[in-house]
Nanobody
Framework: QVQLVESGGGLVQPGGSLTLSCAAS????????MGWYRRAPGKERELVAV???????EYADSVKGRFTISRDNTKSEAYLQMNSLKPEDTAVYYC?????WGQGTQVTVSS
């Protein structure tokens, strides 16, 4: 089975930047779409961004222009570059490669 491990979370000031990484291991031949989701305190998990093997991307309206998703197919890794971070971006961020989920990494945006 596929295992996904996120890293790169932490505490950052408003307006700052952070890059998340997702490393995939196991049988990953059939992974087409990888994505980042997040769950803010008291909120449901929501889609942040997705990317296909071919490089097509989609973003949540709330992060368009600020976040960039990318992937390295050779290394089986996905990334989320987050710029101009806001307090409302505070959440646990999860990597997804259907039907697998990572354990999540905490991102806290606060002064």
């Amino acid at each position: 089975q596929v295992q996904l491990v996120e890293s790169g979370g932490g505490l950052v000031q408003p307006g700052g930047s952070l890059t998340l990484s997702c490393a995939a291991s196991g049988s990953i031949f059939r992974i087409n779409t990888m994505g980042w989701y997040r769950r803010a305190p008291g909120k449901e998990r929501e889609l942040v961004a997705v990317i296909t093997r071919a490089g097509s991307t989609e973003y949540a309206d709330s992060v368009k222009g600020r976040f960039t998703i990318s992937r390295d197919n050779t290394k089986s890794e996905a990334y989320l570059q987050m710029n101009s971070l806001k307090p409302e971006d505070t959440a646990v961020y999860y990597c997804n490669a259907y039907p697998y989920w990572g354990q999540g990494t905490q991102v806290t945006v606060s002064s």
